[in-house]
């Protein structure tokens, strides 16, 4: 049973910092690509960062670069997301994501298989 379990969400000022993790367990983590994804209230999902599993290939929503920074230690099947410079439009339910094939590449969230329940992420401006 795939898993994927997210922590470090919380309540930041406008500049802060958070770092979120997803926790994987129950597939090759190696051979998958993993993603961000979030969702205010409202809105649709979006992309926020992803790495492709192969190429190590790194993507980011053109709102987040420069900003967000997404990582992974297969050793320990754990991806990251670190959040910096955050601002109140960043407020949003933060998931985790994990897929093997791609047509369109990383950003689209019907290519994913395997999603976390989410972490809320609320930055106070």
């Known amino acids: 049973q795939v898993q994927l379990v997210e922590s470090g969400g919380g309540l930041v000022q406008a500049g802060g910092s958070l770092r979120l993790s997803c926790a994987a367990s129950?597939?090759?983590?190696?051979?998958?690509?993993m993603a961000w994804f979030r969702q205010a209230p409202g809105k649709e999902r979006e992309f926020v960062a992803g790495v492709d599993w192969n190429t190590r290939t790194m993507n980011y929503a053109d709102s987040v670069k420069g900003r967000f920074t997404i990582s992974r230690d297969n050793a320990k099947n754990i991806v990251f997301l670190q959040m910096n410079s955050l601002k109140a439009e960043d407020t949003a339910v933060y998931y985790c994501?994990?897929?093997?094939?791609?047509?369109?590449?990383?950003?689209?969230?019907?290519?994913?298989?395997?999603w976390g329940q989410g972490t809320q992420v609320t930055v106070s401006s």
């Open positions: 994501a994990a897929g093997r094939r791609f047509r369109f590449g990383l950003m689209r969230p019907e290519e994913y298989t395997y």
């Open positions: 129950g597939l090759t983590f190696s051979r998958y690509s």
